[in-house]
């Protein structure tokens, strides 16, 4: 059965601060992506990392995909308020479209 | 930008009640998906339709779930019998065929079983 597991589950942090988030992923994908949620609302897609080593960048956000580690992160760069929502990772099972998720991680900035 | 739609934004129903929830995935767009979010947990996958047939389906979806799609436009999730535990916030999603499979989604329909 295909697990993904988020930590931390829950970050508070100060304005201008970086952090990470991590994603691990139990089987092999081929795809993993990136989610941000606001409070109330729907999922707005960050990233999709196809490969070993994909990097991709936005602004103050930077995800990244080791799959030999199966492993996954999202860095925050000098955080801002703005970047305070709940983030998710998903990976697609078996290569079917199937997104397993995690669990998110509540991010808050506090100005 | 095309996106996702959902109607009803919101639908309150009693135990036992059919609901139908609609969605119009964006037009050039061949998978279909929907998905739920009890409130405060994660995301789960319920089923993906590809080509006018199912092509995944979660342990969730059983057989009080159906899906279709009705015309050019529009996919529907009925759930036919609802119980207090359907209550949550469903989300349709629609991705291309495209290398990247990335899944667009649409605002939502919390669905609240009394």
């Known amino acids: 059965e295909l697990k993904v597991e988020q930590n931390p589950l829950f970050l508070s942090m100060q304005e201008g601060k970086n952090y990470t988030i991590y994603c691990n992923y139990s089987?092999?994908?081929?795809?993993l992506y990136w989610y941000r949620q606001d409070p109330g609302k729907s999922l707005e897609s960050l990233f999709v990392?196809?490969?070993n080593g994909a990097v991709k960048q936005e602004g103050r956000l930077m995800a990244s995909l080791d799959t030999k580690a199966r492993l996954s992160t999202l860095h925050i760069t000098a955080a801002v308020h703005d970047l305070s929502a709940t983030y998710f990772c998903a990976v697609d099972k078996d290569s079917n479209y199937q997104l397993i998720w995690g669990a998110g991680t509540k991010l808050i900035i506090k100005p | 930008e095309p996106e996702v739609t959902q109607t009803p934004s919101h639908q309150v129903t009693q135990m036992g009640q059919e609901v139908i929830l609609r969605c119009v995935p964006i037009s050039n767009h061949l998978y279909f998906y929907w998905y739920r979010q009890i409130l405060g947990q994660k995301v789960e996958f319920l089923v993906s339709?590809?080509?006018?047939?199912?092509?995944?389906k979660s342990e969730i979806f059983d057989d009080q779930f159906s899906v279709e799609r009705p015309d050019g436009s529009n996919f529907t999730l009925k759930i036919r019998s609802t119980k207090l535990e359907d209550s949550a916030m469903y989300f349709c999603a629609s991705s291309a065929l495209d290398r990247n499979y990335e899944q667009y989604f649409g605002p939502g329909t919390r669905l609240t079983v009394t």
């Open positions: 990392l196809l490969s």
């Open positions: 339709f590809y080509n006018n047939e199912i092509s995944e």
């Open positions: 089987t092999t994908s081929d795809r």
